[in-house]
């Protein structure tokens, strides 16, 4: 999605570099175009370039502007396509803008604004802000007046900042939907779409509510509602420390997030467990957990697949019905929600404009929701009733991987408790299943050791146009996720399937040229799914085998390409062999040369629908 940064400052000459350091830890939401507006002697001077940051940056050099008062903006297209003519800031001679988000009105008022001779220069919605506080402005109203007014007729989900060339000391921003974070500086105020984007000017921030407008002056912010009145924002301490955007050595931010995950399965887990991890501990929840009739889960993407191993545990184990659903099609769908059920949103990013919509309709029907979540100052974590944190750390990569085990380590947690108030589970399992989970950092570990045996496989891969992924059970939607891995960084079209559902349509796509990763741990569904590699090996499919060494060993055909994994309980199964799908993704993107941390098309976080 798209990022936004602003600086209004009395200390610095020239605030560009500030702004496009800002851009730059803004980059991993995933972008086609940048640009940033300065106010110098009483002008409006602007740079914007379609492509990467290092574009803007050269035209920058070739014309520097210097300035203490700016927007900076990275876009990722939504009206328009991506080039320098749509690319932000949007200008009138008196007014910049740079948005994030949806316009879904602007047709009607692009019209509106057209009947009265306005000249459009772009084909973004964002133009439609900028003429109406343009015109607010120029029949004699304020700034804050201006975008207030304007804002009253707008209707979508935004994040904007607003330069304006009369008032040197002054940046207007305003939110309603994506996140918008205010940051406090030394005699300078700063607007970012999240404290990653401010974590080299400050740690001191505050999150706009919905509906806020923040009216910032260099000596500090006035933040009203959408009733117009002041209102307080918390300060907070951001956690964002400097190393979580640094790839500290790695080549890429994503194969950095691969090899964090023991660490971060340790420290998310230590949330949850006493040290002797024979027993949960949990803080108390709105409802109780015995009486609840049915979980329903919701998210989007990765989120969902975790949702989806979750719910064979939740089912298994705790033996509480679930209803699973992908937020976009959920929050349309609008089902009845029972009585005494509750509800599970899982975001990594807390942002997902149709997870966010999704937990609004539960909301609505009166169901108590949680939310598995790995931003603390979400959108999503200040909807819910009760957020368990992921402790994951900033997830740079688009390509989710910790985020995706640290999610399944809370929902793992999550169904033991359940499965322990509903008493479907004896206290030795329990003390059994923990135990397993603390094993796990250490089997991640030892997983990681693969990778260049996992390299060596990805390189087979650089020639095929298809790829197969199946699994049963928990593998199941791992296989569905390594798909999603493979797919949206090397481009290569990548599908997953139950491996029973095969024969029902699927088997017809085998061939040669066609490889497919069986998931497949010695478990309970082993032998079903040796049936199936059979009868791909039978049509001289290749086979990729994730195996451990039980599993390899009742396989003899050389055929099979091998990744031997460690022996693990079914219930870690789905965590380490998420581990193989992603490097597995990950070399064959590098060797293809993709960009891996910022995929085409594809966004960190997708703040619109
Ligand atoms: C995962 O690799 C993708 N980047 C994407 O599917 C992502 O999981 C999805 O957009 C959900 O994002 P969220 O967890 O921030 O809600």
Redesign the pocket.
């Known amino acids: 999605m798209c990022g936004i940064v602003g600086i209004v400052s009395s200390q610095k000459n020239n605030v560009v570099s500030g702004l496009i350091e800002g851009l730059r830890r803004l980059e991993y939401r995933g972008y086609d175009s940048s640009g940033v507006a300065i106010i110098s002697e009483n002008k409006l001077l602007r740079r914007r370039k379609a492509g990467k940051l290092v574009n803007l940056e050269a035209d920058l050099k070739e014309s520097p502007v210097s300035g203490n008062t700016g927007i900076a903006h990275t876009r990722w297209a939504t009206h328009g396509i991506p080039n320098d003519q749509n690319a932000h800031p949007h200008m009138t001679d008196q007014v910049a803008i740079v948005h994030n988000g949806i316009i879904e009105n602007y047709h009607l008022l692009k019209d509106q604004l057209l009947e009265k001779g306005v000249q459009f220069t772009s084909e973004t919605d964002t133009e439609v802000v900028l003429h109406l506080v343009n015109q607010h402005l120029e029949q004699g109203l304020s700034p804050f007046e201006s975008v207030k007014k304007t804002l009253s007729v707008v209707r979508g989900a935004f994040a904007i900042a607003m330069l304006f060339r009369d008032y040197p000391n002054l940046l207007i921003a305003a939110r309603s939907g994506p996140p918008l974070a205010i940051g406090y500086g030394k005699e300078e105020m700063y607007i970012g779409s999240d404290a990653v984007a401010l974590s080299h000017l400050t740690q001191q921030v505050t999150f706009l509510e919905d509906g806020d407008i923040a009216v910032l002056e260099n000596s500090g912010v006035k933040i009203y509602n959408l009733e117009g009145k002041r209102v307080e924002r918390k300060i907070q301490q951001s956690k964002v420390g400097t190393s979580s955007i640094d790839k500290e050595g790695f080549e890429h931010f994503m194969l950095k997030e691969i090899h964090e995950q023991p660490d971060v399965i340790r420290r998310t887990l230590s949330e949850y467990f006493n040290i002797t991890h024979t027993g949960l501990h949990f803080r108390p929840l709105p409802f109780a957990l015995e009486n609840v009739s049915r979980l329903t889960i919701v998210?989007?993407?990765?989120?969902f697949y975790a949702g989806m191993v979750a719910k064979y545990w939740f089912e298994n184990i705790a033996r509480i019905p679930v209803e699973l659903d992908i937020a976009s099609e959920f929050r349309y769908r609008q089902p009845p929600m029972p009585k005494d059920g509750i509800s599970l949103f899982?975001?990594?990013?807390g942002?997902?404009a149709d997870?966010l919509a999704a937990q609004a309709y539960v909301k609505s029907q009166g169901q108590p929701s949680l939310g598995i979540i790995n931003v603390a100052n979400s959108s999503l974590a200040r909807a819910v009733d009760v957020t368990f944190l992921t402790q994951a750390g900033p997830e740079i990569g688009?390509?989710?991987t910790k985020?995706f085990t640290t999610q399944l380590c809370v929902l793992a947690v999550l169904a033991l408790a359940f499965a322990q108030a509903r008493k479907t589970i004896s206290q030795e399992d329990l003390t059994q299943y923990c135990k397993d989970l603390a094993q796990l950092p250490l089997l991640i570990e030892q997983t990681l050791l693969l990778k260049k045996d996992i390299a060596e496989i990805a390189r087979s891969l650089l020639e095929v146009n298809n790829v197969l992924y199946i699994g049963r059970g928990p593998s199941y939607p791992l296989a569905l996720e390594g798909a999603?891995?493979l797919k949206?960084i090397s481009y290569i079209h990548a599908e997953g399937f139950a491996a029973g559902e095969l024969k029902h349509g699927p088997i017809a796509l085998i061939e040669e040229s066609v490889p497919t990763v069986a998931i497949a741990p010695y478990d309970s569904l082993f032998e079903k799914t040796v049936s199936n590699i059979q009868e791909i090996l039978s049509r001289r499919g290749p086979i990729v085998l994730l195996s451990d060494e039980k599993g390899h060993s009742l396989f003899t055909s050389q055929a099979i390409k091998r990744i031997i994994l460690p022996t693990t309980s079914s219930l870690i199964a789905p965590m380490v062999y998420a581990i193989p799908t992603q490097l597995l993704a990950y070399y064959t993107a590098v060797y293809k040369g993709t960009d891996v941390d910022q995929p085409r098309n594809?966004a960190?976080?997708?703040t619109v629908e």
């Open positions: 998210a989007c993407g990765t989120a899982i975001s990594q990013s942002e997902t997870t688009v390509a989710s985020a999603l891995k949206e594809l960190k976080s997708v």
